[in-house]
């Protein structure tokens, strides 16, 4: 019976392992277009939030039982000691192969080595990950030495035995700096995050919910290897496990809450929708649930409460992770996106990984574990036991990898890894598209509804706030050309030929005796007053001259953000009003696809003289 469960189990992760390498090698050659859901609007996604935020937090067990042992002492527990430590090394090698798969440059990441950003949350990430993998295989390695007999690596071994507690010491200030700075990453985010997430403290509730969910995973390892290897379950020490994870539950539970209530939000969760019911279904699984199961004594004791806490919690702050990394900003962006088959196979397929090599060493070196260990190198399987395992697994392996290749898109075997991002004209009606730079990534202005609510007699004037001469409303681009810089409105060669005829130069410079340049000009409006209508919002200067008009984003701000903040009565930007930037900017304007050309929006006849 072991055997048949052990075989089931393995085959399933080298199926897995298979289609993720398959996976990995079009990842690689075509890129992340072909093969993943992301795109610019959303170049977070599954991979951050699973692979990278919620690995992290699933390895935090490593810090937390050498801080039970080596700090306070509590040797009862040092025989799960090298099982967390064992996991927690994996578990951050796992977070920085899923890294890889998500940078768009991976061969670029020793740039984080050699070009130091001290001011980046990223750059502290980066660095202490690194830093604390390095520790946690230095941990490690005693389990792997020891057993050897050769004279250098038993020197080796003695030098990591005797310096252990200083390593155990930087491994818990490097994990508890760069468990907290993951939340760090998103308070730039304060217009992205719902609020019932988003929130100062966001460092510090990473950092409670790691130690809890650092806890219940050690806990779920060591049930599932004693369920997989049928050893005896080790209950006397993961109760105590679960008591003290109980208490940090609640404790988080405590703060978040408190901390909703003080910044005003917590009634927010009341409200409905798809952020609100989210945030009760979070508290319920990763919270609620599993300290109450974990608090009384009854239910701690049996393994099958236990294993629904542990899984309960594991399951429930990994979907934190995953909702702080992009389910909670669907709302304020408007943006939609749902994982690929291709990236969740590639984020079980490194989980797959890591648990066969957790396997591998189970196997081969004492660890003091109830669970899947052999006492010494005597017991290792013979070339007769191997090789049929080998077999079983290389065939497991070639198959995962077959049907993943044979389930890829076309995109991906075709290899338009880069869709060209043509330009189009806005559409006319109702709704138009603002793109002043041409990238296709707009925002949709709702024309009809503007001239509704604009008052005034002339309301085109309100937004059209100059006007070519003859015209009734000219685009906006005819003055702001650039998307950034400031564009001069003024032509001089016209002014000369229009102007020769007459007074000449005089008209614009009649003090002969200063420089004809743009300070000491006649203003533009003493003669092109008619351009500036009644009830305009804005006026260009009057003295000495109109001169430059602002960049594009810029002019559409200055419109845009002005109005909207009188209708919202002067409301701050921090709650979810009008003038928040999602607002206009909502991320549902889907570029051109050369593919589709019907996804493309109707064109006027006169679309290149009225194109914004």
């Given at each position: ?342 990236e969740l196979t590639v984020s079980f397929g490194i989980v797959a990984l890591a648990a066969l090599v957790f396997f591998w060493v189970a196997e081969r070196f004492h660890l003091m574990h109830g669970g899947p260990m052999m006492k010494g190198r005597e017991n290792l399987p013979d070339i007769a036991t191997f090789r049929p395992r080998l ?222």
């Amino acid at each position: 019976m072991k055997m048949k469960r052990l075989k089931a189990v393995k085959s399933a992760l080298w199926l897995l392992v298979g289609a993720a390498f398959a996976i990995a090698v079009f990842r690689f050659w075509r890129g992340l277009g072909p093969t993943t859901a992301l795109t610019d609007l959303t170049p977070w996604g599954f991979w951050i939030g699973f692979d990278v935020m919620g690995g992290v937090a699933l390895a935090a067990g490593g810090f937390c039982i050498a801080a039970t042992v080596y700090v306070f002492h509590l040797e009862r527990y040092r025989p799960i000691l090298r099982p967390a430590v064992l996991t927690a090394f994996l578990g951050y090698a796992a977070v920085v192969v899923g890294l890889m798969f998500d940078l768009g440059l991976p061969w670029s990441i020793w740039h984080m080595v050699v070009f130091w950003n001290p001011r980046s949350p990223l750059f502290e990430v980066g660095w202490c990950v690194m830093l604390y993998l390095s520790v946690l295989l230095m941990e490690f390695l005693p389990v792997v030495l020891e057993m050897s007999k050769h004279p250098i690596l038993s020197r080796i071994y003695e030098l990591l035995h005797k310096f252990t507690v200083p390593l155990v010491i930087l491994g818990i200030m490097l994990s508890t700096l760069h468990q907290s700075s993951l939340g760090s990453l998103f308070l730039i985010m304060p217009h992205r995050l719902d609020p019932l997430w988003y929130t100062p403290i966001l460092p510090i509730l990473f950092f409670i919910s790691a130690v809890a969910l650092g806890l219940m995973m050690v806990t779920t390892e060591s049930l599932f290897s004693s369920w997989l290897y049928e050893e005896e379950y080790e209950l006397d020490l993961l109760q105590g496990l679960g008591k003290v994870a109980a208490g940090v539950l609640w404790f988080y539970l405590a703060v978040r809450l408190s901390d909703l209530a003080y910044r005003g939000n917590l009634a927010h969760a009341l409200d409905g929708g798809f952020g609100p019911t989210l945030f009760i279904f979070e508290i319920l699984v990763s919270v609620i649930v599993p300290a109450t199961l974990l608090t009384i004594p009854a239910t701690r004791k049996k393994m099958t409460t236990l294993a629904t806490a542990a899984g309960f919690t594991v399951f429930g702050f990994v979907f934190h992770r995953i909702n702080v990394g992009g389910l909670a900003m669907i709302e304020t962006t408007g943006t939609r996106y749902s994982p690929s088959w291709t990236e969740l196979t590639v984020s079980f397929g490194i989980v797959a990984l890591a648990a066969l090599v957790f396997f591998w060493v189970a196997e081969r070196f004492h660890l003091m574990h109830g669970g899947p260990m052999m006492k010494g190198r005597e017991n290792l399987p013979d070339i007769a036991t191997f090789r049929p395992r080998l077999i079983r697994g290389a065939v497991m392996f070639v198959t995962g990898a077959a049907v993943a290749t044979a389930l890829l898109p076309a995109s991906a075997l075709d290899g338009w890894a880069v869709v060209p991002q043509h330009v189009h004209r806005p559409g006319y009606g109702d709704i138009m598209i603002l793109d002043g730079n041409r990238n296709d990534k707009g925002v949709k202005f709702d024309h009809k509804m503007h001239i509704d609510v604009a008052e005034g007699n002339d309301k085109c004037a309100f937004c059209h706030h100059m006007v070519k001469p003859g015209a009734r409303a000219t685009g906006c681009s005819e003055c702001h050309k650039d998307e950034h810089l400031a564009t001069s409105i003024f032509d001089h060669r016209l002014h000369q030929e229009l102007l020769a005829q007459g007074t000449g130069c005089l008209t614009c410079h009649a003090d002969t005796t200063k420089p004809k340049d743009l300070e000491h000009s006649r203003p533009c409006l003493d003669c092109h007053e008619s351009m500036i209508p009644a009830g305009a919002a804005f006026k260009p200067r009057e003295s000495p001259n109109i001169g430059l008009a602002p960049g594009y984003m810029d002019a559409m701000h200055g419109l845009c953000e002005r109005c909207h903040r009188e209708q919202d009565g002067g409301s701050s930007t921090d709650a979810p009003t009008l003038a928040r930037c999602s607002t206009c900017h909502s991320g549902v304007v889907k570029p051109f696809n050369p593919l589709h050309p019907d996804q493309r929006l109707p064109q006027p006849a006169n679309a290149e003289d009225k194109a914004e």
